[in-house]
């Protein structure tokens, strides 16, 4: 994968659409799941301005893939501290979304459960202490490795291998506890 992303990233830094967005394709996900288990308000505005900023200054990015993650992690990260600092400056009243009646349309059972899956990680994910959330989306689901991550949040790489495995370590017992739990409630019942 990272050998169709290194091909991709050369590509969109000589300005090809197509290298582009495969770059967006494969990194877009996990830049938004990252920006949402940050707690971060419109995830989706955010990663848009980080994409912005990506595509301005592409051509005198210089690196590899991982590099490229780094980078686009950092101006994601800096751009969710910015609009918290502009949040709390500048307080939004929230106003009801317009609604015409009609229902949305529905999606497919497949997309359905994928999402639902993927809602219940992060927040399981969301779950544990804000600084583990974050080195936990930035190492597993951004792919950056340890140093990167460490830089990115200000900790000796070690903190963050222990940081991150503790987290790990958390989120599987409270799997096995949930799961457990499900169980015994399901052999109470009575199946008909």
Known sequence: MDEALEGALDRARRGDDAGFTVLWRTL??????????????AP???AAETWLQVVRDLR?????VGE???WLFTVA?????????????????PVAEPHDGRAPAPSAEQHAVEREATAAALRLVA???????EMVMLRVVAGLDVAAVAELVGKKPGAVRVAVHRALKSLSRDLRARSAASDASLDGREVV
């Open 28 to 41: 877009h996900p996990p830049l938004l799941r990252y920006l949402t288990v940050r707690g971060d308000e």
């Open 44 to 46: 989706e505005d955010i």
């Open 60 to 64: 005198g990015f210089r690196g590899g």
């Open 68 to 70: 490229f993650r780094a």
């Open 77 to 93: 990260r800096h751009r969710a501290i910015d609009q918290g600092r502009a949040r709390s400056a500048r307080p939004v009243v």
């Open 127 to 133: 779950s544990l202490p804000a600084e583990q959330a």
